[in-house]
């Protein structure tokens, strides 16, 4: 199996060195039988990464169980994955497979793994180790051919710190370690994201969906998304259900989305406390790029403002009447090439003291030879 027919298979969507380099790393290993520990924020995808594993494992024809470990309450989580015999609780009926038992032979995906309680961690270590366990209230070992998948959005190393994760149980796990970047370090994907959701939201809902511009593209690939693409799906569903399918531009798209997580965001500097250097100065350097981003929306709009567009979307010059009481001066039409120098030094005088210039000419998608060109022709350097 091919990366793009992994991609197109389980539905991962993305075409940043970040999902390729994730892509390859599970076709990898998927092969294998080794454990998997994907780790991320709140809604990245760990289950997309883990229904890939699956699918390109050796194990795709078997069974694929999913078990979220911090829904199922501490009182009968050990029921619920290694079963119970008729008898062992009061409501114990009848005899039950758990969870791991349905999935023998196949693979088995334990998302919030830190949600585990210590007492069930040293059994699901045995079975990590030995594939063996006991029914609640059986004294009889069984033995199972499972994999293991696991998922988790805590940071299991601290957990261990504090006495809330095994330590034993976290080494054998972090064998093989998938990090989901969040969506926010990889925004090139999110136009991408946005048709696959659009597409599918719109086919569900039976909606002809006429799209978004480019204002609204633009928006989104600027908006933090703490909830990731949980967050965005959800934002596009509501979008495309209550506006009823008509396009979608900068200020539809506006009311849906918080300022904290756009506008205002790219004015507060992240607080150093509690992070390293490295996530201190990573973070601080994302914050510029947001807040030059919108000023380059706002030059964006600059522009339309003073051209109009033909029937291809080219930008044409708008035609002014003078009065009799305005000045040649103030009917002036900027032409093209002096919005684009406009806008270049505007962009400069803002930036060159936060960025490089190769940084800038990427945001600008131009190279950083032409910038500097521009920037010698315009006495800005």
Same mark, same amino acid.
Request: aromatic share 6%; proline share 2%; charged share 25%.
């Given at each position: 199996?091919?990366?793009?027919?992994?991609?197109?298979?389980?539905?991962?969507?993305?075409?940043?060195?970040?999902?390729?380099?994730?892509?390859?790393?599970?076709?990898?290993?998927?092969? +294998?039988?080794?454990?998997? &520990?994907?780790?991320? @924020? *709140? %809604?990245?995808?760990?289950? $997309?990464?883990?229904?890939?594993?699956?699918?390109?494992?050796?194990?795709?024809?078997?069974?694929?169980?999913?078990?979220?470990?911090?829904?199922?309450?501490?009182?009968?989580?050990?029921?619920?994955?290694?079963?119970?015999?008729?008898?062992?609780?009061?409501?114990?009926?009848?005899?039950?497979?758990?969870?791991?038992?349905?999935?023998?032979?196949?693979?088995?995906?334990?998302?919030?793994?830190?949600?585990?309680?210590?007492? +069930?961690?040293?059994?699901? &270590?045995?079975?990590? @180790? *030995? %594939?063996?366990?006991?029914? $609640?209230?059986?004294?009889?070992?069984?033995?199972?051919?499972?994999?293991?998948?696991?998922?988790?959005?805590?940071?299991?190393?601290?957990?261990?710190?504090?006495?809330?994760?095994?330590?034993?149980?976290?080494?054998?796990?972090?064998?093989?370690?998938?990090k989901i970047p969040p969506l926010r370090n990889r925004r090139d994907d999110i136009p991408l994201l946005m048709n696959f959701f659009s597409n599918e939201i719109a086919k569900k809902n039976y909606i002809t969906f006429e799209g978004f511009s480019g204002e609204a593209y633009q928006l989104f690939k600027n908006t933090t998304w703490n909830g990731n693409i949980r967050e965005l799906r959800n934002t596009l569903e509501s979008i495309i259900v209550v506006e009823k399918g008509k396009k979608i531009d900068y200020e539809i798209a506006k009311k849906y989305i918080s300022e904290n997580d756009y506008e205002n965001s790219s004015k507060n500097l992240p607080m150093v406390t509690g992070k390293t250097v490295e996530q201190a100065e990573r973070e601080i350097f994302y914050r510029v790029l947001l807040d030059l981003k919108s000023e380059i929306i706002y030059l964006r709009n600059l522009i339309e403002e003073n051209f109009g567009k033909d029937k291809d979307g080219k930008f044409l010059p708008i035609i002014k009447h003078k009065n009799e009481s305005e000045t040649e001066t103030e009917n002036k039409i900027l032409s093209i090439e002096e919005t684009i120098n406009n806008t270049i030094a505007k962009l400069w005088n803002n930036s060159k003291n936060k960025m490089t210039i190769k940084q800038m000419a990427k945001i600008l998608g131009i190279s950083t030879r032409t910038l500097g060109n521009k920037l010698q022709e315009l006495g800005l350097k």
């Open positions: 199996m091919t990366a793009e027919e992994l991609q197109q298979k389980c539905g991962l969507i993305g075409e940043t060195f970040e999902i390729k380099e994730i892509v390859n790393t599970i076709l990898q290993v998927a092969p +294998t039988d080794l454990t998997i &520990l994907i780790t991320g @924020e *709140s %809604g990245p995808g760990k289950e $997309v990464i883990a229904k890939a594993i699956y699918l390109a494992s050796k194990r795709s024809n078997q069974n694929l169980v999913s078990v979220n470990s911090g829904a199922i309450p501490e009182g009968i989580i050990e029921s619920e994955l290694f079963g119970h015999e008729k008898g062992s609780f009061t409501g114990a009926s009848e005899m039950r497979k758990g969870y791991f038992e349905l999935a023998h032979n196949g693979t088995i995906f334990l998302d919030e793994i830190g949600e585990m309680p210590i007492s +069930t961690q040293v059994k699901f &270590l045995r079975i990590l @180790e *030995s %594939g063996e366990f006991m029914r $609640v209230g059986s004294s009889t070992t069984k033995k199972v051919d499972v994999r293991i998948i696991a998922a988790t959005n805590k940071d299991l190393e601290q957990e261990v710190a504090q006495k809330e994760f095994r330590s034993d149980l976290f080494y054998r796990l972090r064998s093989v370690n998938i």
